[in-house]
């Protein structure tokens, strides 16, 4: 498929079924695009559709069969979208750090891995993070069942990115709190293992 050089040929794109619950469509809304008027479209949309393909039925998927509705904050980024944001301080990265991750139709520059994040909400863990603030509770569960590579928690509403890559890292960082912490990492001695007791008590509350 060519870039979209029209809107026809962009109502296409956006009608890809990357699985059965999620289309192409859903991940090029992009508020910096749509403020400063900067074409949020892949370059390569077979390489965008096949990372998005595998973020789509390997992690989103599992995700919301088990917890419901999910909500998408920010997914994939134009390379010229993503490098406005990084330029003018509005939490992007540089491009060379995107590639296989918002920028999902290049390649990770420095492994050559083919990826692609989306940052999202779980909906029903909300009141559950409100009320304790423990959003450990859903990285733990993500860790332990589903292939992500890496995964990065927020503030707000506990959104966190998730990313799906050919080489995954399987690592989770947070920036809730003071500064960016890691969570676990391969290496570090709470990696290995099942986590259970991390989560028990959100799934016990029916929150999730």
Request: aromatic residues 12%.
């Amino acid at each position: 498929m060519r870039k979209p050089g029209s809107v026809k040929s962009l109502e296409e794109l956006g009608r890809v079924r990357l699985s059965p619950n999620f289309f192409m469509r859903d991940f090029l809304y992009s508020e910096i695009a749509s403020f400063h008027g900067i074409p949020n479209i892949p370059g390569f949309p077979d390489r965008a559709i096949e990372a998005g393909t595998q973020l789509c039925e390997q992690l989103l998927e599992p995700l919301q069969a088990r917890f419901g509705r999910i909500s998408i904050r920010s997914a994939y980024r134009s390379p010229a979208v993503n490098q406005f944001g990084n330029e003018h301080g509005l939490n992007c990265a540089s491009n060379e750090a995107n590639y296989g991750g918002h920028i999902w139709d290049y390649a990770d520059a420095r492994t050559g891995a083919t990826g692609a994040t989306a940052c999202i909400i779980v909906n029903s863990f909300v009141p559950y993070y409100e009320r304790t603030g423990d959003w450990q509770a859903l990285a733990w569960w993500v860790h332990d069942h589903l292939p992500y590579s890496e995964a990065e928690f927020f503030p707000k509403l506990a959104a966190f990115n998730l990313n799906w890559s050919s080489q995954p890292v399987r690592a989770i960082y947070s920036n809730v709190g003071k500064g960016r912490s890691c969570l676990t990492k391969p290496g570090m001695e709470n990696w290995p293992g099942q986590h259970a007791s991390e989560y028990a008590e959100w799934l016990a509350a029916g929150e999730g």
